[in-house]
């Protein structure tokens, strides 16, 4: 009756399955009576109409060619700098909004001999953290936890004289004032906000989404023909190739695969 999509209906089934299961465990009931739940399956052609599409050549020249990047114009809101940031660092380093709205100025690191790296790591504001708790939280999955290159263009845009600034002001967030949403979002706010200036910039597909960046990121690293492995890794896949062994998503190498993103051939 409230019109939830098949994926959120099937997510709560799922929690219900879970709740009943421990239930009958402990014997609080007598079985699950939700255990042969099915959920509902959502039609192919609908999952295809509202499958999100990546930008094309013209419509990242459109988006990144407007006054937010071209003119330092930025929200009234509380997004500040992240107007800019997030979406720069989402098409450079494939990101999802979340990841890199929660961003700490330790995460941004010189790896000696390889170069500048972003790290994408839970946050839980504890004794070796110093995330205020407006800003902990924990990524998607386990092989979300990675390193991933910056890529020169990036510097060259000035994000380290930005880190600079920053901790000049004792700041310890790459974007300090965005606030979580009601739904527990920092970025929640921009996504709203980019879901209308998309539009007023003139890209008037409605598949296209700031998430977009993220799906054009990986049509880019694999034209530049990235080995599946590390471009796994550089999305925060799971790599397929079994138990993790360097604690941030994959067992590639940070140099590899810092080399390989370099590569004058890419």
């Given at each position: 009756?409230?019109?939830?999509?098949?994926?959120?209906?099937?997510?709560r089934l799922v929690k219900v399955r879970s709740v009943f299961r421990v239930a009958a465990g402990r014997h609080v009931v007598s079985e699950n009576p939700a255990a042969n739940t099915l959920g509902v399956r959502e039609a192919t052609a609908e999952k295809r109409r509202k499958r999100r599409f990546p930008f094309n050549p013209?419509?990242?020249?459109?988006?990144?060619?407007?006054?937010?990047?071209?003119?330092?114009?930025?929200?009234?809101?509380?997004?500040?700098?992240?107007?800019?940031?997030?979406?720069?660092?989402?098409?450079?380093?494939?990101?999802?909004?979340?990841?890199?709205?929660?961003?700490?100025?330790?995460?941004?690191?010189?790896?000696?001999?390889?170069?500048?790296?972003?790290?994408?790591?839970?946050?839980?504001?504890?004794?070796?953290?110093?995330?205020?708790?407006?800003?902990?939280?924990?990524?998607?999955n386990a092989p979300s936890r990675r390193m991933v290159p910056i890529a020169q263009q990036v510097l060259d845009l000035g994000l380290l004289r930005y880190v600079a600034v920053l901790r000049s002001r004792g700041e310890t967030m790459l974007f300090p004032s965005l606030r979580r949403d009601c739904h527990g979002k920092l970025f929640g706010s921009g996504g709203k906000f980019f879901a209308r200036y998309i539009r007023a910039v003139g890209i008037s597909d409605p598949r296209v989404v700031l998430y977009s960046l993220r799906h054009s990121a990986k049509d880019l690293f694999e034209a530049a023909a990235i080995p599946s492995k590390y471009l796994k890794r550089l999305?925060?896949?799971?790599?397929?190739?079994?138990?993790?062994?360097?604690?941030?998503?994959?067992?590639?190498?940070?140099?590899?695969?810092?080399?390989?993103?370099?590569?004058?051939?890419?």
């Open positions: 009756e409230r019109g939830l999509a098949a994926k959120t209906i099937n997510e013209s419509d990242l020249q459109t988006f990144f060619g407007s006054p937010v990047f071209t003119k330092h114009e930025r929200s009234m809101g509380q997004l500040g700098e992240a107007t800019y940031w997030v979406p720069v660092l989402m098409l450079y380093t494939g990101a999802r909004p979340e990841e890199v709205a929660g961003l700490a100025l330790s995460d941004i690191i010189e790896v000696p001999g390889v170069g500048w790296a972003i790290r994408f790591v839970d946050h839980y504001g504890d004794e070796t953290d110093d995330v205020p708790a407006t800003h902990r939280r924990t990524l998607k999305m925060g896949h799971a790599s397929g190739d079994g138990a993790v062994t360097d604690g941030y998503g994959s067992d590639v190498p940070f140099e590899i695969l810092a080399g390989e993103f370099r590569s004058e051939e890419h």
